[in-house]
């Protein structure tokens, strides 16, 4: 989180991190969705201003689709490493409020990804409106690469930073 919490600084964003409940708790168990969305929220609400871009990394992605899909009022959603399926699973597709979004999308994903299959997941967003996929090669759920990838994770960060830069420059220009 360390790491994405820079890359959003770097890309000229203000993230807020926080906790889930089950963490501050000191489970290891993640609390059901509604409690994970309802964190959200009342993290976000708290950000004054004007509507912030809600961003997440794995299970934190899915809760702030959920939210922007009741209707809170976001500018968009950062998605890092969406969990589409379980690793081992692809037909027990998450695909909860992906449909109901009505604001622009970045998702970010590594195509070794062992939470999704890359082209079931360019099948499942394909014609999902305002969706931008973002796919950094070689990475993992993590956003990180093999040392045999020949990559460095300065390089994988900088390919986020820079997907994420251009597209907040383009939800700022409404297109």
Do not use: Q
Not at 133 to 138: G, Q
């Amino acid at each position: 989180m360390l790491d994405l919490d820079a890359v959003l600084s770097s890309a000229g964003l203000k993230p807020v991190r926080f906790n889930f409940p089950y963490r501050d708790e000191g489970r290891s168990f993640p609390d059901r969705m509604p409690a994970l969305v309802a964190r959200y929220r009342e993290v976000a609400e708290r950000s004054g201003g004007k509507a912030p871009i809600l961003a997440g990394h794995s299970m934190g992605t899915r809760a702030a689709v959920a939210l922007a899909a009741e209707g809170f009022p976001c500018r968009g959603l950062i998605l890092f490493s969406y969990p589409l399926h379980p690793p081992g699973h692809p037909e027990k597709l998450r695909l909860d409020h992906l449909n109901g979004l009505k604001v622009p999308v970045l998702s970010i994903s590594g195509t070794s990804d062992a939470f999704l299959n890359p082209k079931l997941m360019d099948k499942t967003v394909g014609g999902i409106r305002n969706w931008t996929h973002v796919w950094i090669d070689k990475a993992d759920h993590g956003l990180t690469v093999a040392k045999a990838s020949g990559r460095t994770r300065d390089e994988v960060l900088g390919e986020a930073v820079a997907a994420i830069r251009t597209w907040v420059a383009r939800i700022a220009k409404g297109k």
